[in-house]
């Protein structure tokens, strides 16, 4: 079946470092591709998506794109702040959309350290 | 902008009682679905619907039920609660069909403690 696979984490770093979440996916047909982000004690909110491949989605300074070669949407920023501070979930949807929706991955714990 | 509303956020209960998680859209969103949020098991389904009086089974349905009378509200049932399913809720909405994106507008979520 279709799976995402990122890194788990935590991931610690310092304020304005270079941050890079990786995520591949495994997928029958040509999915679409998300990020999300959840801030403590939040729900879910979408941060950027690429619907085809080379396709880059960007948000907030985050940016990733849709490498239909590598099956990769690796997640970056250039300089990532405490407020940046989140659990990230990678998803994939198919194309024509599934009636079980997106499959996420177990989702990345960035800490940002002052 | 209500979006997605979910009640209550915080809940604690003994083993085999009941209770309903509410869930309501405001955006005429025909896809609906709940996820459960586990500690390294990150979000899976539970149930889902596309459209009112429609609903199916996701990934970990047991000891859950739905139903959809109408497009803004989808409850989720717990018949006897379980320990197992302390966890945290989310309720997720979209739209469907064609020109569909697949993005999903998350609730809150709902924290659940079962004793």
């Known amino acids: 079946g279709d799976s995402v696979t990122q890194m788990e984490g935590p991931v610690t770093l310092s304020e304005e470092a270079f941050l890079t979440i990786n995520c591949t996916y495994t997928?029958?047909?040509?999915?679409?591709l998300f990020w999300y982000v959840q801030y403590p004690g939040e729900g879910l909110q979408l941060l950027l998506k690429a619907t085809k491949a080379d396709d880059k989605g960007s948000n907030k300074g985050f940016e990733a794109t849709y490498r239909k070669e590598t099956t990769s949407f690796h997640l970056e920023k250039g300089s990532v702040q405490v407020s940046d501070s989140a659990v990230y979930f990678c998803a994939l949807i198919l194309s024509g959309g599934g009636a079980d929706g997106l499959t996420f991955g177990k989702g990345t714990h960035l800490i940002i350290q002052p | 902008n209500a979006g997605v509303t979910q009640t209550p956020k915080f809940q604690v209960l003994k083993t085999g009682q009941s209770m309903t998680l509410q869930c309501a859209q405001d955006m005429n969103h025909e896809y609906m679905s709940w996820y459960r949020q586990d500690p390294g098991m990150g979000l899976r389904l539970i149930h889902y619907s596309v459209g009112a009086g429609i609903t199916d089974q996701g990934e970990v349905p047991n000891g859950y039920n739905v139903s959809r009378s109408t497009t803004e509200d989808f409850p989720l049932r717990l018949l006897s609660a379980a320990p197992s399913q302390t966890s945290v809720y989310f309720c997720?909405?979209?739209?469907w069909g064609t020109g569909a994106t697949g993005e999903l507008f998350f609730g809150e979520g709902s924290r659940l403690t079962v004793l």
């Open positions: 997720a909405s979209s739209y």
């Open positions: 997928a029958t047909g040509y999915p679409s």
